[in-house]
C-alpha cells in the first residue's frame, strides 16, 4: 500500500505545531518611538531637480538624499549631476581650472523630529556630493527635506550668472 507524504515548509510545520500548544500570541503594532526594522544602507533621495544660472549659463541637477549605513544615524547628502557651462556655442562640464562653488542648505523632519544641515563644495567635475549634518533617528517612513542651493561657477562668475534655488521641498521615502 503506498502511503502519500504531505510536504511543507519548515516555518509553516513550526507555526502550526506552536499555535496548537498556545506559544504564539498575536500582538499589536509596534507603538511610535518603539524599534522599527533596520533600513538597508544606502542613499534614499528625493527627486532630482534641474536649475539655471542667471542667462542659462550655468546649470546643475541637484538631488537631497539620506545616506545610511550599518547602525549610524543617517546623514543628509547633497549631489549635483550634469554641472556645467555655456560657453562658445557648447556647453562644457565644471573642471579643475573652471570649477563650481555651491552651497546647500535646510532641513529634514521626520516623526516630530527636524535636524538643520548645511553642505558645500567646490566642484571640479560634472559629478559631486557633500554631506552635511546628520538625522538623530534613522528609522524608515516618509521625511521631508528643504533645500536652499545656490552656485557660483563654473567659468562665468560674476553673481549675476549664479543658480539659486529659492526654498525647495522634497520628500524622501525611506523603506523598511
Known amino acids: 500500500m503506498a502511503r502519500s507524504v504531505i510536504r511543507r515548509p519548515w516555518k509553516s510545520v513550526i507555526a502550526a505545531v ?22 538597508p544602507p544606502g542613499d534614499y533621495c528625493g527627486p532630482q531637480e534641474s536649475f539655471y544660472g542667471g542667462g542659462q549659463y550655468t546649470y546643475a541637477e541637484v538631488q537631497v538624499c539620506l545616506h545610511f549605513e550599518d547602525g549610524g544615524p543617517p546623514e543628509v547628502r547633497v549631489s549635483t549631476r ?54 538623530p533617528a534613522g528609522e524608515c517612513g516618509a521625511a521631508t527635506a528643504t533645500l536652499n542651493f545656490r552656485q557660483n561657477g563654473p567659468y562665468w562668475t560674476g553673481s549675476d550668472y549664479d543658480i539659486d534655488s529659492g526654498e525647495r521641498t522634497y520628500q524622501v521615502d525611506v523603506p523598511c
Open 82 to 135: 550634469n554641472n556645467s557651462y555655456y560657453w562658445g556655442g557648447a556647453w562644457y562640464n565644471a573642471s579643475a581650472s573652471y570649477p563650481a562653488h555651491w552651497r546647500a542648505e535646510g532641513a529634514v523632519s521626520k516623526d516630530g523630529q527636524t535636524a538643520s544641515y548645511s553642505a558645500s563644495l567646490r566642484q571640479e567635475s560634472s559629478n559631486g556630493w557633500a554631506g552635511g549634518g546628520q538625522l
Open 18 to 39: 506552536a499555535l496548537s500548544v498556545g506559544f504564539l500570541v498575536p500582538t499589536a503594532p509596534a507603538a511610535a518611538g518603539e524599534l522599527r526594522a533596520a533600513v
